[in-house]
């Protein structure tokens, strides 16, 4: 009883609101938060209707405002999902998963007004990941005076799934694209809202790693998303071919074509009997199948190949902040190639396939150096070249541009052979080197690696604030402009000219004559699993 007492006269003597939790009054409604320090955290917020029954593979339709104060304590549901492989480096315990998954969740500084807002989209191959994954906490972002926002949007088949009859219940006769929709949805509530937490919806920043990176590239291409973000930040982005609505093309089949074969791998003869089936069954049955989620080239969402978009200049007018990393494949090794026998047989497939490019292709990937040529190629093919290709193409717009190059290891990372490898960089732009996925090689807890991680976060939360990367007491970060500048992150923050002088040209000429073929893909089948390219025709944009 004495104890209760000294509390209750403890709070009477507490200035007004000292211990009350962060509230906020927004269009969508009161929310109430957490304080962590001088950041206030919203947790699982509603940004569109659940996206489930009849609701399911249609657009996301905005949330209904709630009544009274909602708790934003928790994070909500993730997006169903498969369930990883505990020996990945990845790997977190996934936390309750559902189709009602489309929540947001904001950092914002205490007191923040007009603070620029940076939106982040998480990867995960369009198939799995979360808003809420521990890598992607924003509180030391927000300490910079940077309101975060991170989502949830529909991933795998429920996300991106094309179909006749989808397209023919639209009335904009399309489908697919689902997930990118759900991102769009998220930008729309962010113009609305953000302005009730300290934010600035005339001040957003997209930005997202792998398919994270991905979904920024397609947000630049959308239409329905111009207008929305001010600036874009893709990270390990991959700008590969995408398979188009109705027809086959560049040798991807059309995606109502791939619906059909999901729809004959789940039985279900109509729309009502695949709305039926259970979340869970489709996921497990479509990955068995082989299902891939990418965008749909519908000719209103994503109107051509992102290629197309960017050598037409028809990509949102914004800056932008692009780069990999150095050793993206030494976790992604099933991306690569059977490894041929010795050199010899190596060069022989590389001249076999490239033809007279070959010489350019050796010189820059030699046989002398097999494992290291091949981690290199697919690299460079994918992440690489669409890095400075993004800064070429935006820089080509009058915008500025930024590249880097993350190329840093320490010494679990390196005891693993994982230099630099995937996602590398996440824990240090985020701040959470000491919060990683329990396989993930440890960083350590030294004032090197500490000081590294401040860099980059002044550098990102800076882009953000002004659309220039700068930090204190680090290097200024040149634009790419004409010299072809980029910063390398190594043992610390370096700037530099001309990164790997070669390998844009190589792959930008090799996707050209892809292109022009019209049955070529352009993807990870690079080096000694490339198709044979044709021979040199038109030059290329």
């Known amino acids: 009883m004495n104890r209760l007492l000294c509390s209750l006269m403890l709070l009477l003597c507490l200035p007004a609101g000292a211990n009350a939790p962060p509230m906020v009054s927004a269009p969508a409604g009161k929310l109430q938060g957490v304080a962590s320090g001088n950041v206030h955290v919203f947790k699982g917020i509603p940004y569109a209707t659940p996206p489930v029954g009849a609701l399911r593979w249609k657009p996301p339709l905005p949330a209904q405002k709630w009544k009274g104060v909602r708790a934003a304590t928790e994070f909500g549901a993730a997006c169903i999902q498969p369930k990883g492989k505990p020996d990945s480096i990845y790997f977190w315990s996934l936390p309750s998963t559902s189709e009602d998954c489309l929540f947001l969740n904001v950092w914002a500084p205490a007191n923040a007004r007009k603070a620029p807002v940076f939106f982040w989209i998480h990867g995960g191959a369009l198939s799995g990941g979360m808003g809420s994954d521990a890598l992607y906490d924003g509180a030391r972002l927000a300490a910079r005076g940077v309101v975060v926002v991170s989502i949830n949007y529909r991933l795998g088949v429920l996300g991106f799934l094309a179909h006749p009859q989808l397209s023919a219940e639209s009335s904009k006769n399309v489908s697919g694209n689902y997930g990118l929709l759900d991102q769009i949805a998220a930008l729309r509530w962010v113009n609305r809202n953000i302005a009730a937490f300290g934010g600035d919806p005339a001040n957003v920043t997209i930005a997202g790693e792998s398919a994270g990176g991905l979904s920024v590239m397609y947000l630049l291409a959308a239409p329905p998303a111009r207008g929305l973000f001010a600036k874009a930040i893709a990270q ?269 040209e190589l792959h930008e000429e090799a996707l050209c004559r892809r292109r022009a073929s019209g049955t070529i893909p352009w993807n990870w089948k690079v080096g000694v699993a490339s198709p044979v390219l044709p021979a040199r025709g038109e030059p290329c944009r």
């Open 236 to 504: 390990s982005a991959y700008m590969i071919s995408t398979p188009e609505l109705k027809q086959a093309r560049f040798g991807e089949e059309a995606a109502e074509a791939i619906g059909n074969r999901v729809a004959t791998a789940l039985g279900a003869k109509d729309l009502a009997a695949l709305r039926a089936v259970d979340a869970a069954t489709i996921v497990a049955t479509t990955g068995k199948a082989g299902y891939l989620p990418f965008g749909t080239i519908d000719g209103r969402v994503l109107p051509r190949q992102l290629v197309d978009v960017f050598d037409r200049g028809e990509q949102a007018r914004v800056p932008l902040l692009a780069g990999f990393n150095a050793g993206e494949i030494r976790s992604l090794r099933f991306l690569l190639p059977p490894v041929p026998a010795d050199a010899a047989a190596y060069e022989a497939a590389i001249r076999s396939r490239y033809g007279d490019l070959a010489e350019a292709f050796l010189k820059l990937y030699p046989g002398t150096a097999l494992e290291e040529s091949l981690l290199a190629i697919t690299r460079d093919a994918m992440y690489g070249w669409t890095a400075e290709r993004l800064a070429l193409k935006q820089t080509a717009l009058g915008q500025r541009a930024f590249l880097y190059l993350f190329d840093h290891g320490y010494p679990a990372a390196e005891d693993t052979k994982l230099h630099a490898f995937h996602a590398a960089e996440l824990p240090y732009m985020f701040g959470v080197i000491d919060r990683t996925p329990p396989a993930w090689p440890r960083v350590p807890a030294t004032p090197s690696e500490a000081a590294l991680s401040d860099a980059m976060i002044d550098y990102w939360t800076s882009f953000a604030r002004s659309g220039e990367p700068r930090a204190a007491s680090q290097p200024p970060w040149p634009a790419y402009g004409a010299n072809r500048a980029y910063m390398a992150f190594a043992d610390a923050a370096r700037p530099g000219t001309r990164l790997f002088p070669g390998m844009y």
